[in-house]
């Protein structure tokens, strides 16, 4: 057998390869999650390591990821996701820092090693809205976007791309500046604003999406009047109160959304108050077996966390199109191995 061979694709080569590419992002999303409702597709939960300084406050953390999509696709990978709190503040590098390795399913071979930076911020902002997709309220027009971070600039790239009418995209960040940076880059994209305030924000909006990195809730019950869906793409924005009160409430996996201990929802299923038979994976509801949206004035919660298949899916996308064009550089894991 000759020596194996694998693709490795830096970020500006997965960028050539078409990953910033949201129509794309969007039905690569939308197929794993129909995937995964109908049982084609192995996900375990992440298992997160955390490293702390020696004061025991958080330092980094690292996420193991691994998946197996079948059907056609026959394909496992694995992504390592990474998070620092000193990139941005010191180091001038992403907070997030992900490589993506896809493998043979018969010889277990990798076939590719991918930046998978970028494959993470597209995929989690189309996952949140093929929620909107298949969750929102045919009367919902004024959208709220929480947080100008990378997610923030990729809810707003997919918001483009859904082929839904909008009305006011009203867009929030504590860091003005920053947001008002971002919705430049929108201009005549969206009718786009931004907000003094997050309730200024959040007020008479039929969707709201947040994604921040925030340790405690930024949104109150009290300014969700208007909003049948709220997609929460971080783990702390909506209160426990604004969870109680939702007609319905929707994930992308039940291990994943009780994985930080201290969230609202992780608190409010201790505690009792939220049941297993009381939630539903989107991804049975994208695979038709699972009912969608009861009226117009229901108002859904959808806790979006993200999935390892979404990176597999796009990053499978990738590595064809890369080989298509003749991008990468192959590496070999051996000329032949030592023992067998």
């Known amino acids: 057998m000759p020596a194996p061979e694998i693709l490795f694709l830096k970020q500006e080569e997965v960028i050539e390869a078409g990953v910033l590419d949201m129509g794309l992002a969007l039905g690569d999303v939308e197929t794993a999650l129909a995937m995964l409702g109908r049982g084609e597709i192995i996900n375990p939960a992440k298992t997160s390591l955390k490293i702390h300084h020696e004061d025991g406050s958080w330092r980094s953390m690292l996420n193991c990821m691994p998946v197996y999509i079948g059907g056609a696709l026959d394909r496992p990978g694995v992504k390592w996701a990474s998070e620092s709190s000193r990139n941005l503040k010191a180091l001038d590098l992403p907070m997030g820092i992900d490589v993506l390795v896809l493998s043979d399913a018969t010889t277990v071979l990798p076939v590719a090693i991918m930046d998978a930076t970028l494959i993470t911020a597209m995929r989690t902002a189309a996952n949140a809205l093929v929620a909107v997709k298949y969750l929102a309220s045919p009367k919902a027009r004024e959208v709220a976007v929480i947080g100008a971070g990378v997610i923030g600039r990729t809810l707003l790239m997919a918001l483009c791309e859904l082929g839904r009418e909008f009305g006011e995209v009203r867009l929030y960040d504590l860091r003005r500046e920053k947001a008002e940076g971002l919705a430049a880059d929108f201009t005549g994209k969206l009718d786009l604003a931004v907000a003094e305030t997050g309730e200024a924000a959040v007020r008479s909006a039929g969707i709201v999406l947040t994604a921040t990195t925030a340790k405690q809730q930024v949104l109150s019950n009290e300014w969700l009047d208007g909003c049948t869906l709220g997609v929460q793409v971080g783990a702390n924005e909506f209160p426990g109160e604004a969870i109680l009160a939702a007609d319905r409430v929707t994930l ?14 992780r608190r409010l299923f201790d505690d009792g108050l939220v049941a297993r038979d009381k939630v539903t994976p989107l991804c049975e509801i994208v695979a038709g ?6 009226s117009a004035n229901q108002r859904i919660l959808h806790m979006s966390r993200g999935l390892g298949c979404l990176d597999v899916m796009v990053g499978e996308r990738i590595y064809r199109k890369a080989r298509e064009l003749g991008l990468g550089q192959t590496l070999r894991l051996w000329d032949a191995p030592r023992w067998l």
């Open 252 to 265: 992308d996996d039940w291990d994943q959304a009780l994985g930080v201990p201290d969230s609202p929802f």
């Open 289 to 294: 077996l699972a009912p969608g949206r009861a």
